[in-house]
């Protein structure tokens, strides 16, 4: 199987992997915490989308949360080693429990650590100075207007030495946190308004090639073909033809690659918006007549983005079917946390209403937790691959730090 070669692959060359990860986390800012998901089938494994602000903590073991509090840890004390005080900025924009258990499980575990943390709103169009939201299990979680003085910010009297963000800012980039002296982890600048997945598939496709050669394989194992396409409205038949086109191209070429390796199933596409998160704006599709003749469903999912944003940019992305089955053969996918490129824990999204070829983050999608003592640990390839996209997110940050872009 495809997980016990590359395991295997990867256990002969720890030392060198090690010392090429070590050489491109010295050039870059690492995102101080991160989310893969991945996917395998029989015949390749790759990362289909990273988060840079992951919500979701609370769907790991308390054994992966206490991993999770003891490398925020290491990570702040590494780089702020007087910091005491941390402001936790959540969304706003969501009454759902189980986000606020997320925020709950991040505060907690911050705490653990020895942190003062307050939960403080960050948003241009809340006025007022407290909010309540209750966690899923119960727990009352209080958020307070985050206001600016000069270069600082602060609630109240209470002053953060760091400013940790849950919040991906799809919409716009914030005002309030923005030219300020205290640290913002991970930085605003990356959020959703200025973030493209086509930029960060093409660098971790990069990296990707550069792991192939260290582990002796075909780079096409672990990448993911991934097509930018423009200013796209499936409203407009003369978009969708244009868009259907890239499909097709596409999809010959996969089935080109999927001759030659043996593959006996045909290709699939997943169109994405190209800024967008929480599995919104994506469909899947196995030919180019699906896009020309998208129905009104099809058409109202790729119109806007979380937050109301208009789609218009798409990726098109190769379809990576799901071999992994548990609990009765339920279709999951793997999901990796890192703390400052270390993991950190993992969980399992299944969906009984998708199929292999699907996406499953949508509705009916589930969370099972992951016992990494009875599975023997978390697999080497899940690790590496997730550290491979996370430095991927690294150099995005690093191309949109150098463009100074913050987007209204």
């Known amino acids: 199987m495809i997980l016990e070669n590359l395991n295997t692959k990867i256990n002969s060359k720890t030392q060198e992997i090690s010392t090429w990860i070590d050489s491109h986390l010295s050039r870059i800012l690492i995102p101080l915490y991160t989310s893969v998901d991945l996917r395998f089938s029989e015949q390749k494994i790759a990362p289909v989308d990273t988060n840079i602000f992951p919500a979701g903590f609370n769907n790991l073991t308390a054994e992966f949360q206490s991993n999770v509090g003891n490398l925020f840890k290491l990570a702040i004390t590494s780089r702020y080693p007087s910091a005491k005080n941390i402001l936790l900025v959540p969304e706003l924009n969501t009454r759902n429990p189980f986000y606020w258990e997320n925020i709950h499980v991040i505060k ?11 939960v403080g709103i960050v948003n241009d169009e809340f006025h007022e100075s407290k909010i309540v939201f209750e966690s899923v299990s119960g727990h009352l979680i209080e958020g307070f207007k985050v206001k600016q003085r000069g270069t600082r910010v602060y609630i109240d009297d ?14 716009k980039c914030p005002k309030a946190i923005r030219d300020i002296e205290q640290p913002v982890l991970p ?23 550069e792991l192939a050669e260290i582990l002796e394989i075909d780079p096409w194992v672990i990448t993911v073909e991934t097509k930018f396409e423009g200013n796209v409205d499936f409203d407009d038949p003369d978009d969708r033809k244009r868009a259907a086109l890239s499909a097709e191209k596409m999809l010959t070429e996969l089935n080109k690659q999927y001759s030659e390796n043996s593959i006996e199933y045909s290709p699939t596409l997943f169109i994405k918006c190209n800024s967008g998160t929480y599995g919104m704006a994506v469909v899947n599709v196995s030919s180019s007549d699906e896009i020309l003749n998208f129905n009104s469903q099809n058409r109202k999912k790729m119109r806007v983005s979380k937050g109301g944003v208009p789609v218009r940019d798409i990726v098109l992305q190769e379809g990576i079917p799901t071999s992994l089955r548990l609990n009765s053969n339920l279709i999951a996918e793997p999901v990796i946390y890192l703390v400052d490129a270390k993991v950190a824990g993992m969980f399992y999204r299944a969906n009984k209403s998708r199929n292999e070829n699907q996406n499953l983050n949508s509705r009916g999608m589930e969370f099972l937790t992951y016992d990494h003592k ?14 491979v996209a996370t430095i991927a997110a690294g150099y995005e940050i690093e191309k949109v730090i150098k463009a100074s872009s913050c987007i209204e």
């Open 158 to 171: 209470y002053c953060p030495d760091i400013l940790l963000i849950n919040n991906d800012f799809s919409e």
């Open 108 to 118: 907690s575990t911050l705490e653990n650590a020895g942190y003062d943390v307050m």
């Open 187 to 209: 930085p605003i600048e990356i959020g959703w308004h200025t973030r493209r997945k086509d930029v960060h598939f093409e660098f971790y496709n990069k990296l990707a090639v």
């Open 374 to 387: 009875k599975e023997n640990g978390i697999p080497p390839i899940y690790s590496l691959l997730s550290q």
